[in-house]
Structures are given as structure tokens and as C-alpha cells.
């Protein structure tokens, strides 16, 4: 099995080496590696033209990480796709399982694996929580599936049109409640075979902005399908309220853990609620 990994890239300079090279040590090697630079410019390119093992594709301007995750899925020239974020890290064994268990489980059209949280001081978390067959109320819920623990077959992302390069937060979440209403099928692998970087890489506050921004853009777009799945609508506001507060600092976060603990409370459903991914 052939895969093809997609790397968008945006003034990475300090993480990608090492996330490059998490692939170069993969037990199953990457048919390819595609590293969509998100905005050419002359340090960008004179970087990325030192590394002899990948293939660029240079956007001559910033478009967002849908933008270039398309653009590397477009150019790929294998059956399945596999995204690794420039500051992420698999395990030297993620893609040997990965392809084991799509070809023992030939019914799936795409796997995910577990996910460890880092920093700077080492392992924070460990999310192995995650449905074994995902279904379109989970992907309404929360956002199961990271990109850079993904595997998926490429024809599965043409037929649902790729990322929604519209949306600058929650498009991984986005992409995979289309492919579940689609139809495909995507499993998961119980062990934590990534490690996700997890550093403020820049405004805190605006990242919680742009988490409810997200948010307000997935009920806009997919409203009906909340209205068909009753309570997903209370866990998803529930949820991204609490995530969107823990990156916030002051007046804001206060006021999205107020919200968010006010909806668990008069919400029997919510009591239950997991979280959140990472």
C-alpha cells in the first residue's frame, strides 16, 4: 500500500525538521512527500529547496491550511493520503498499523490513531478515547480526527471536494462529517502513535476567536443536520464554548466557561459530555 504524505508548511522553520524526519523514519516508508509551502517567499523557498527527499509546491501567497492540504491532495500520485502538520511528530510505527489495519479491515475507507499532547517539559495528555467506527453524530459533536493522525483513501476526498478553504478552524472537523455523511467509513487504531505539539504559537485570544468562529461556521453550514440529529446542537455549542474559554484570557474566558457550565447544567445530556479532543 502506497501512501502519499501531504505537509503544509508556514514559516515552520524551527519544528518541520523534526517532523520530517518522524516520517523518513517510518517502518512503512512514505511513497511520497508532498510539503505545500503556504505562501512563497524567498527564505521560504531557499529553505525548503535544502531538502532533497520531498516535493514542493510553493502558493504564492497564504491561503490557510485547507487551502494547502488541497493543493497537496491534488498533486499526489498514490492511492491514500496521510497529513502530518509541520510542528507534529508519528511514531516511527504509524503508518506500518495504519496500513495493516485498512488491509485487514478492507470496509474502511480511512483510519485515525490516538493522540499524545507535548511540550517543551514532555508527554501532558493521552487521547485514546475515540468511537471505533465513527459515526455523522459524532463528527456534529466534536472533532475526532486530527489531521496528522489521519490515513485516507485519496478518492474519498475528490469525491466530497476536499477541504472547505473557508473555514480557517474546525475544517479537519468539517471535512470528516462530510465523508461520514457520504458514507465512508473510518476506524481507529487505539494507541497513541502522534505527538502533538501543543505551544503558543501566538495570540492566545485570538485562537479562541477563531474557535468560535469555526463554530458559527459548521452550524451555518450544516444546521440541517443538526436539526436532524437532536442534542448533537447543545454538546457542539457546549464544547466549543469550553475549548474556545481555555484559550482566552480574562472577561472572554470567563464568560465561555460561564456559558458552557450554564448549558451542562440545565442540559441533563451534557453531563456525560467528554472534554473535548485536543
Excluded at 472577561?251 to 445530556?269: A, D, H, N, Q, Y
Amino acid at each position: 500500500m502506497q501512501v502519499s504524505v501531504v505537509i503544509p508548511f508556514f514559516r515552520d522553520y524551527e519544528y518541520f525538521p523534526e517532523a520530517l524526519e518522524s516520517v523518513r523514519r517510518q517502518s512503512h516508508p512514505a511513497a511520497e512527500i508532498i510539503v505545500v509551502n503556504d505562501g512563497k517567499d524567498a527564505k521560504s523557498q531557499a529553505y525548503l529547496d535544502q531538502f532533497d527527499d520531498i516535493i514542493v509546491i510553493h502558493l504564492p501567497q497564504n491561503l490557510g491550511s485547507a487551502a494547502a492540504r488541497n493543493a497537496g491532495i491534488s498533486a499526489a500520485v498514490h492511492t491514500w493520503i496521510a497529513f502530518l502538520d509541520a510542528d507534529d511528530v508519528w511514531l516511527e510505527n504509524k503508518l506500518a498499523m495504519q496500513v495493516k489495519f485498512l488491509t485487514d479491515n478492507p470496509q474502511f475507507d480511512g483510519c485515525h490513531v490516538g493522540v499524545c499532547t507535548f511540550n517543551q517539559q514532555g508527554i501532558q495528555n493521552t487521547y485514546l478515547n475515540k468511537p471505533g467506527n465513527l459515526q455523522i453524530e459524532d463528527m456534529l459533536i466534536d472533532t475526532h480526527i486530527l489531521p496528522s493522525a489521519f490515513v485516507i483513501r485519496r478518492q474519498a476526498l475528490l469525491d466530497i471536494n476536499l477541504f472547505d478553504v473557508k473555514f480557517r478552524c474546525k475544517q479537519d472537523q468539517e471535512l470528516t462529517l462530510r465523508l461520514a455523511v457520504a458514507g465512508y467509513q473510518v476506524g481507529f487504531i487505539n494507541q497513541c502513535l502522534i505527538k502533538l505539539r501543543r505551544m503558543d504559537h501566538g495570540n492566545t485570544t485570538s485562537n479562541g476567536h477563531k474557535i468560535i468562529a469555526g463554530a458559527w461556521q459548521m452550524l451555518r453550514k450544516h444546521r440541517q443536520l443538526y436539526r436532524q440529529y437532536p442534542g448533537t446542537l447543545s454538546c457542539f455549542i457546549y464544547l466549543s464554548l469550553m475549548t474556545a474559554g481555555g484559550k482566552m484570557r480574562g472577561l472572554e474566558r470567563k464568560s465561555c466557561f460561564v456559558l458552557g457550565k450554564t448549558m451542562k447544567w440545565f442540559i441533563p445530556s451534557l453531563r456525560k459530555t467528554a472534554n473535548g479532543s485536543p
